[in-house]
């Protein structure tokens, strides 16, 4: 447990609609999580880490070779001077003004140019990492609908291929959580898997309408927009599939809480036909949702 350390800080997840504060958790420190946190933070903390660690170890040196001296044609109090020898040293770039006479400045030199090269080594692992970290470019449609599909009731989302290179064997897996009370009154979040019409494509390409009828199997069944409401209901969509580009495995998440759970509506229609016969998709209706009449809308699954 060595590497481990309770975190006074309180980290945040997605819990329904609600985040969640968690208290005492577990979790590796960020010296011994480091290279975890380099890959998945920010582009912008990654480049302010990686270039604070380059001017910060530059800077210790040139104290160091300014306090040992030993550095011919560098000025004895020129804070500069010794730190440009020092970035000099670190690139192995050595233009041969300046140089090392004494044995502590050759034996820092030594040090520095080790350094130099190791540090070089692990930036350059790092943003290759992070540049070919491959991601599924799938677009999800920003709300679900709850509506009637073949005269019965029908949840109803879309996705898009946002490359124009395939996806091959694509699944896509839902799961419902919702807080229930259990037979001894306690409240338990329970995960429900949910069956859709077509859960698998051989390949996707453009886009894709998930589709799950709420019959007597589905956990929806019965159920209205307030109680979904009030047991604080979230939908998650998992989306797998191998990249032809990348020629991996690429994963995809995204979830609709229940205000994101559009009651009595349909999407817009993407497909638009020419006169002569050609197909266009518009994803500028991806997102469109449009109410359904008043004759057809429910009022409980």
């Not at 968690?22 to 912008?44: A, F, P």
């Not at 994101?260 to 518009?282: C, K, M, P, Y």
Request: with cysteine.
């Amino acid at each position: 447990m060595s590497g481990y350390k309770r975190r006074p800080r309180m980290a945040r997840s997605v819990y329904g609609t609600r985040a969640v504060v968690q208290k005492n958790q577990l979790q590796l420190s960020l010296v011994h999580d480091l290279y975890h946190w380099l890959l998945t933070t920010g582009r912008g903390y990654f480049g302010l880490t990686i270039l604070g660690a380059y001017l910060g170890a530059n800077l210790i040196f040139a104290l160091l070779y300014m306090a040992f001296g030993g550095i011919d044609n560098a000025r004895p109090d020129s804070l500069l001077d010794h730190f440009f020898f020092s970035v000099q040293t670190m690139a192995t770039i050595g233009y041969g003004r300046m140089v090392p006479v004494s044995t502590i400045a050759n034996f820092l030199v030594t040090i520095e140019a080790g350094l130099g090269l190791f540090g070089i080594a692990v930036a350059a692992s790092l943003l290759f990492s992070r540049f070919t970290r491959a991601t599924a470019g799938i677009r999800f449609s920003v709300n679900a609908v709850v509506t009637k599909f073949d005269g019965k009731p029908t949840l109803m989302f879309r996705i898009a291929n946002e490359r124009s290179v395939r996806i091959n064997q694509a699944h896509v897996f839902l799961v419902l959580a919702r807080q229930e009370t259990t037979a001894e009154g306690k409240i338990y979040r329970r995960l429900y898997d949910m069956e859709t019409l077509r859960s698998f494509s051989p390949v996707f390409e453009l886009s894709w309408t998930v589709m799950h009828v709420v019959d007597e199997k589905s956990p929806l069944h019965g159920t209205t927009p307030e109680e979904l409401i009030a047991k604080e209901a979230a939908l998650t969509v998992v989306f797998t599939g191998h990249h032809e580009g990348f020629q991996q495995q690429v994963h995809a998440r995204f979830t609709y809480p229940h205000d994101q759970l559009l009651w009595n509506h349909h999407f817009a229609d993407l497909i638009e036909r020419d006169s002569d016969g050609g197909v266009t998709i518009d994803y500028a209706q991806f997102d469109v949702v449009v109410p359904v009449a008043k004759n057809e809308e429910l009022k409980r699954c």
